[in-house]
Antibody, heavy 121, light 108 residues
Framework: EVQLLQSGAEVMKAGESLKISCQGV????????IAWVRQMPGKGLESMGF????????RYSPSFQGQVTISADRSISTVYLQWSSLKASDSAKYFC??????????????WGQGTLVSVSS | SFVLTQPPSVSEAPGRTARITCGGD??????VHWYQQKSGQAPVVVIY???DRPSGIPERFSGSRSGNTATLTITGVEAGDEADYYC???????????FGGGTKLTVL
């Protein structure tokens, strides 16, 4: 069974750095794009960017370019989303989601449970 | 960037047909997917590539697209269909993925 297992909730202060994770199990991790999706409280889904773990090809949505870093560690089938200096406006739930094929145009067929990040100012 | 427009809310009585639209430039030619997100849960794909239905999704869910509008249709709406629905499109000209703003379906 394909599963994406995300790290637990984080309570942070503005200015701190943070790295959250998403481990893929039950499939060949290097063969599928993984996306990060933000959902701010009471708001909709926003695509942040994607990574292809096979070669670490990474793309960012314009709103998130330079604000976060997406990376992958193939040896432990894990993708990361990282901030160097958090802002209160980064408070949100973050989902990782697998694209069902080898194109980012393919749908997300599996989602993580979400990681809630709370940032106080 | 590519903008997708959804109505904020749609309401329908049980047993009726609910239609949720997603407007975008030439969306009829693009890869369009629809997700259902129930309160406190991760989204689930209900329609992909405009009109395909994943296994396990009831036949009551269908999708279509033409011109500048894609539509998710739920026939025989049930209380359990109450959720937020999002369209998603791949903007292949910029290699980006975009979500619509979401539509809250209320079953009266």
């Amino acid at each position: 069974e394909v599963q994406l297992l995300q790290s637990g909730a984080e309570v942070m202060k503005a200015g701190e750095s943070l790295k959250i994770s998403c481990q893929g199990v039950g499939y060949t991790f290097t063969d599928y794009w993984i996306a990060w999706v933000r959902q701010m409280p009471g708001k909709g889904l926003e695509s942040m960017g994607f990574i292809f773990p096979g070669d670490s090809d990474t793309r960012y949505s314009p709103s998130f370019q330079g604000q976060v870093t997406i990376s992958a560690d193939r040896s432990i089938s894990t993708v990361y989303l990282q901030w160097s200096s958090l802002k209160a406006s980064d408070s949100a739930k973050y989902f990782c989601a697998r694209h069902s094929g080898q194109s980012i145009g393919d749908p997300h067929d599996s989602w993580g449970q979400g990681t809630l990040v709370s940032v106080s100012s | 960037s590519f903008v997708l427009t959804q109505p904020p809310s749609v309401s329908e009585a049980p047993g009726r047909t609910a239609r949720i639209t997603c407007g975008g430039d030439n969306i009829g030619t693009k890869r369009v997917h629809w997700y259902q997100q129930k309160s406190g849960q991760a989204p689930v794909v209900v329609i992909y590539f405009g009109s395909d239905r994943p296994s396990g999704i009831p036949e009551r869910f269908s999708g279509s697209r033409s011109g500048n509008t894609a539509t998710l249709t739920i026939t025989g709406v049930e209380a359990g269909d109450e959720a937020d629905y999002y369209c998603q499109v791949w903007d292949n000209s910029r290699d980006l993925v975009v979500f619509g703003g979401g539509t809250k379906l209320t079953v009266l």
